[in-house]
């Protein structure tokens, strides 16, 4: 403790990071939208600089604090059993495989490592102070949450027990950032906002994390959300007329979340929303789901060839990377990191972050699109839904679609002799698999089948997907 | 020579057109649809004086070799008449010209097209005949054989030929059709041209120039030595080898006396001493109508099972749909107006085989007898097509471009109530409103026997009366929302 005062941990926005490549200091040469251009007050534009290893570093305008781009998420620790904290929920963490990885982050000049008291079963925050408190405290930032979720956890003593805890586990006597967690969710009947109200404000929590920021003992406050953009605007608005500050904010951001985000999830917003929301008031951005969970890491062949297609230097991860790590507003991509080979190569995807172009930019967003309109339909041909009263041969339908998906025959972005002739494999072989007056343009959207299906599969609204799919290629001559 | 030129330009015609007819265009139907614009009847129902120029111009130089090489029908009865010769030898003769004949049909016939009775004009065109023959009679066969080989292929991962759906069209047409196709076949097999010097209205009208033709069959009576077998072999009846004279208003030029004649008597010359000349018959087989009886029982039954729909599983039974009653039928765009079509279409049937979304077919109203009309029971009229508009030789339906299109409006769309799924089974629906190309319908709540639903409401101006809404309505076997055409279509 008496090594952690306050003329160090202001030191440590600098110290942190040992060299700066000054010539990068404004930012321009690895600005990916021209925001140097464009930059107005209020616009978000945060300085790029290298650590001695290359990782690219962005500047906290809060506290102008050096952030690696890479953050290091420790909610899916390595376990004894193997794998991550989510694979083997009840093993203990393999804390020398977590102390291994945090050292080697350090070394790498990945500097930001983010917890909650909830992840892993309540024991990251534990474990990441084990590891951490092993360098010196001056060497890293913290990120933790206040994760009150439980309406048991409402009472300021609750809460403020809570912040305590986490610093103690850290074993630190302050944390970079502190998170509300999860804004925009809802808790029970109640709406975002009286969640919200129920959590922070009405028992004076906020107002006590304020005084505790004043403090020194927490230098950034922030949030982490999931929500609409409604609601983020409400939460902003409390910044905005001068009620609170926010120092930061937490977003899932990735390219598919970025136009596509109520298809991975109705609860999800646009990341292009959210982000533009924060980046017009100045407000840093932390990135959660980079990989949205791996899903990201782990393509369909069809989409992981157009990848490499694309530049072969760059595997599916290191496209979600550098797309997460691209908008210059992002003051670090959070990542939550089980195995060393994860780690190593998502540093090097950022030692240094190369930028994608606008060309590259548009191209990934309408990689997106097609994965989407692309998804294979978790259909299993149990044919509970059948007989659909209006005739539609469902699974049929379904079947055909997922074939043309395995073989990489439907690309709506293609164009060219291959696409003419994967356009006539996938309409004729349509007409083949399913009669045409039992095709998806017959579905009437009546809605029976939905609680029929053991898969929850949307079936209306995939005929719908399916049905704009084939008029597009019909169109296409 | 003058038999193997006019045959070899008779088979790329008689080819070409065959693979119009028959919807075998590989993609390139727009650059082999002149073969149905050089015909005489929808050159002149197009107005394209050129072509007629150029066709007339052809006939008065070289004698009527369009009957010989152009107009399929002729090479159809060529064909028959090979046959017929196979069977037995030498078998034609001499006859005068029955000109009352020819020149009262060809009276009614000009008659019937300016007062635009097109019943008449329709069955007497010879283009138009053929194009009913092959479309009626030989595509449902083409159309098997083709299915039969997607479903081959579909093993393979092949997809050269996609499936099509076999389906009459129209009984009158195809009646008639098979009728034409008899009666022209067993005439062409006895006695050759038959049709061509009696009743055909274009033999007739090319008769007037070819009389003074520049190259005719002329026979040398000095060199001939009565052996009669040109007269035996002319298909047009035109030879009479006792006086010498080759009548030049009936033959053809089809050159086969030339290759018949022993003795060099027949020439086929500049008119500068005149002569006379014989002819022969040609072409293929016969036997075709064991197995065309046979095929037309084949394809009659492949539409039967058709209508059944299979039953395996969890399938629901579909209800075939039923044309409903169009107060104004409807035509396709670049048509202008069913009047417009009306006045020009010789029903050869080429629109309807060109259409591959299953709306056009031969109108059964005996005033627009077998001229296309749109239904929507199968198909409705895609976006992106506008292959009939294409092919249409005689400006029946004028050329249009997919832009155009989307702002030619044939028809509107008609809700029916009581046949709405919301107001009669109360399931949510909208099927209708979600597909309209021209979002050209809403749905609004509407309170049925006291119940909120939501039905579709039209906006006329906007629809374009493609008939998708009818199409793809889940109300059986009448849909709940149909097309009922635009006298003339509206342009916007």
């Known amino acids: 403790m008496d090594r952690r005062d306050f003329i160090k941990h202001s030191a440590a926005a600098v110290a942190g990071t040992s060299v700066i490549l000054s010539a990068c200091r404004n930012g321009k040469p690895n600005d990916p939208y021209g925001e140097a251009d464009r930059s107005t007050a209020g616009r978000l534009e945060m300085a790029n600089d290298l650590t001695a290893n290359g990782m690219t570093l962005r500047t906290n305008p809060n506290t102008g604090d050096k952030v690696s781009l890479l953050g290091f998420g420790m909610m899916r620790l390595p376990v004894q059993a193997g794998g991550s904290a989510r694979d083997n929920q009840d093993s203990p963490i393999d804390q020398e495989a977590v102390n291994e990885m945090v050292d080697y982050a350090l070394e790498h000049g990945v500097n930001l490592f983010d917890t909650s008291p909830v992840y892993c079963q309540g024991l990251s925050e534990q474990s990441t102070g084990i590891a951490l408190s092993r360098h010196p405290r001056n060497s890293y930032f913290i990120s933790t949450k206040l994760s009150n979720f439980s309406s048991d956890t409402w009472s300021l003593a609750e809460s403020k027990a809570m912040f305590e805890h986490s610093l103690q586990e850290l074993q630190t006597d302050y944390v970079d950032y502190l998170l509300m967690h999860g804004l925009g969710m809802r808790s029970g009947g109640m709406s975002v906002m009286e969640t919200f109200h129920k959590r922070y404000i009405e028992n004076g929590l906020l107002d006590w994390l304020v005084g505790q920021k004043a403090q020194g003992r927490i230098r950034n406050l922030g949030f982490s959300f999931h929500g609409s953009p409604e609601d983020l605007n409400a939460i902003l608005a409390l910044h905005d007329v001068g009620r609170y500050h926010w120092d930061c904010a937490l977003i899932q951001l990735n390219y598919l979340d970025w136009r596509h985000a109520k298809e991975i999830n109705k609860r999800n917003s646009n990341a292009e929303l959210l982000y533009a929301e924060l980046e017009k008031r100045g407000i840093p951005v932390l990135v959660m789901e980079p990989l949205l969970g791996g899903r990201l890491a782990n393509q369909p062949d069809a989409i992981a060839h157009r990848m490499r297609e694309k530049d072969s230097r760059f595997s599916p991860a290191a496209w979600a990377f550098r797309f997460a790590g691209s908008p210059s507003g992002v003051l670090s991509v959070l990542s939550g990191m089980s195995y060393m080979e994860h780690l190593r190569e998502n540093i090097r995807t950022y030692s240094p972050l190369v930028p994608l172009t606008s060309d590259e930019e548009e191209w990934i967003l309408g990689l997106a699109k097609d994965i989407f309109e692309l998804k294979a339909i978790p259909c299993t041909t149990c044919n509970y839904c059948m007989p659909c009263p209006y005739g539609l041969n469902i699974p049929a339908i379904f079947a055909h679609y997922n074939k043309s998906v395995a073989a990489g025959t439907i690309s709506s972005a293609d164009k060219g002799s291959e696409f003419q002739r994967n356009r006539r494999a996938f309409l004729v072989g349509y007409d083949r698999a399913v009669p045409s007056i039992r095709q998806a343009d017959h579905c009437i959207g009546c809605d029976r089948c939905i609680r029929l299906c053991p898969q929850h599969i949307d079936i209306p609204h995939e005929m719908v997907r399916i049905n704009r799919l084939v008029e597009k290629l019909k169109q296409t001559l | ?492």
Request: net charge positive; glycine share 6%; proline share 5%.
């Open chain 2, 1 to 492: 020579m003058l038999r193997k030129i006019r045959i070899t330009l008779a088979a790329v015609c008689f080819v070409l057109i065959n693979m119009l007819f028959l919807g075998i265009s590989w993609g390139i139907s727009q650059h082999i649809a002149w073969v149905a614009k050089i015909q005489f009847l929808p050159a002149l129902l197009a107005l394209d004086y050129a072509m007629l120029l150029v066709l007339i111009a052809v006939t008065l130089l070289f004698g009527r070799i369009y009957c010989s090489v152009i107009c399929p029908l002729g090479i159809m009865q060529d064909i028959f008449g090979w046959a017929g010769k196979k069977a037995k030898k030498n078998r034609y003769s001499h006859s005068p010209e029955k000109k009352w004949l020819r020149y009262s049909v060809l009276a009614v016939f000009i008659l019937c097209l300016i007062i635009g009775f097109a019943p008449v004009t329709t069955l007497l065109a010879p283009y138009s005949a053929y194009g009913r023959i092959v479309n009626s009679v030989f595509r449902p066969l083409y159309d098997l054989l083709n299915n039969g080989l997607a479903a081959f292929e579909s093993r393979y991962d092949s997809y050269v030929f996609s499936e099509v759906q076999l389906w009459m069209r129209s009984v009158t047409t195809f009646m008639i059709a098979l009728l034409t196709f008899i009666i022209l076949g067993f005439l062409a097999w006895r006695n050759g041209r038959t049709y061509c010097n009696t009743v055909c209205p274009v033999g007739t009208i090319l008769s007037f120039f070819s009389r003074f033709s520049l190259m005719r069959v002329q026979m040398d009576k000095s060199r001939c030595k009565n052996c009669s077998l040109c007269e035996k072999n002319c298909k047009t009846a035109a030879i009479d080898y006792k006086s010498g004279t080759v009548d030049a208003a009936r033959c053809i030029t089809c050159g086969d006396c030339l290759d018949k004649c022993k003795f060099d008597a027949l020439h086929y010359k500049p008119v500068l001493h005149l002569h006379k000349s014989t002819q022969d018959p040609a072409e293929p087989d016969l036997n075709k109508r064991a197995f065309l009886t046979g095929a037309v029982l084949a394809t009659s039954a492949a539409v039967m099972a058709e209508t059944r729909i299979k039953m395996d599983g969890g399938l629901a039974v579909i209800e075939d749909k039923q044309a409903p009653h169009r107060e104004t039928p409807v035509t396709p765009p670049g048509s202008v107006s069913a009047y417009n079509l009306n006045r020009h279409c010789t029903a050869c049937q080429l629109c309807v085989s060109a259409c591959p979304n299953n709306v056009l077919r031969p109108s059964a109203d005996p005033l627009h007898l077998m001229q296309p009309v749109m239904s929507f029971e199968r198909g409705y009229c895609r976006p992106e097509c506008t292959r009939c508009s294409q092919v249409c030789p005689t400006g029946a339906i004028r050329p249009i471009t997919k832009e155009e299109k989307t702002a030619i409006h044939i028809g509107h769309a008609v809700w029916i109530e009581q046949n709405c799924i919301p107001v009669s089974n109360g399931d949510h629906c909208g099927a209708c409103a979600r597909h309209c190309p021209a979002w050209a319908i809403q749905m609004v709540e509407k309170e049925v026997n006291g119940k909120l639903v939501e039905v579709p409401v039209v906006d006329s101006e906007k629809c374009v009366g493609c008939g998708k809404c009818e199409n793809l309505c889940p109300a059986r076997p009448f849909s709940a929302i149909y097309v009922e055409g635009n006298k003339m279509h509206h342009l916007n």
